[in-house]
T-cell receptor, first 113, second 113 residues
């Protein structure tokens, strides 16, 4: 069965620090990969997505993610976080042509001003 | 463009009761998926509806059922509520059966006492 692992459950950073959140999935075939963000009191929003092509994907608000097929990973990065990045971040996997998304358990990021 | 809306925002029910949650999909979207997000967890796929037919189901018992209407709005019904059903219920809409990109609503917070 497919699964998604997010190893960091809680991350606390100071403003301007660099961010990397890990995401690993278990599925041997082609996948679509996503990062969603949930700001306090708001709904899930798409941060970035990877379907095919360049494994380095750029999203909104300065976020990027790199797909490394050999490691089954899709880590999220941001060079310099801001207080407004405080949120919960979810990695998700979809097998193309199927109806299901599999979400990770999320990483709560707190950025200290 | 109208986003995904859900009603009600919050709901408190007693164990054994039945509940109906509603979702209006984003304009132009004909596919609706429902997810359960327990506290501290990622969203778990319940089922998906495409053009009024159930298109796939996750590991949820039959007391979780749904409907999709000709205007592509949807309902999630849960019978014989249990305490563990307390969660945030999310609706997501997309175009077509290939769920490449979903747009989430704000969710309904269900509390079962």
């Amino acid at each position: 069965a497919q699964s998604v692992s997010q190893h960091n459950h809680h991350v606390i950073l100071s403003e301007a620090a660099s961010l990397e959140l890990g995401c690993n999935y278990s599925y041997g075939g082609t996948v679509n990969l996503f990062w969603y963000v949930q700001y306090p009191g708001q709904h899930l929003q798409l941060l970035l997505k990877y379907f095919s092509g360049d494994p380095l994907v750029k999203g909104i608000k300065g976020f990027e993610a790199e797909f490394i097929k050999s490691k089954f990973s899709f880590n999220l990065r941001k060079p310099s976080v801001q207080w407004s990045d405080t949120a919960e971040y979810f990695c998700a996997v979809n097998v193309p042509g199927t109806y299901k998304y599999i979400f990770g358990t999320g990483t709560r990021l707190k950025v200290l001003a | 463009e109208t986003g995904v809306t859900q009603s009600p925002t919050h709901l408190i029910k007693t164990r054994g009761q039945q509940v109906t949650l509603r979702c209006s999909s984003q304009s132009g979207h004909n596919t609706v998926s429902w997810y359960q997000q327990a506290l501290g967890q990622g969203p778990q796929f319940i089922f998906q509806y495409y053009r009024e037919e159930e298109n796939g189901r996750g590991n949820f018992p039959p007391r979780f059922s749904g409907l999709q209407f000709p205007n592509y709005s949807s309902e999630l019904n849960v019978n014989a509520l249990e305490l563990d059903d307390s969660a945030l219920y999310l609706c997501a809409s997309s175009t077509g059966q290939k769920t490449y990109e979903q747009y989430f609503g704000p969710g309904t917070r269900l509390t079962v006492t």
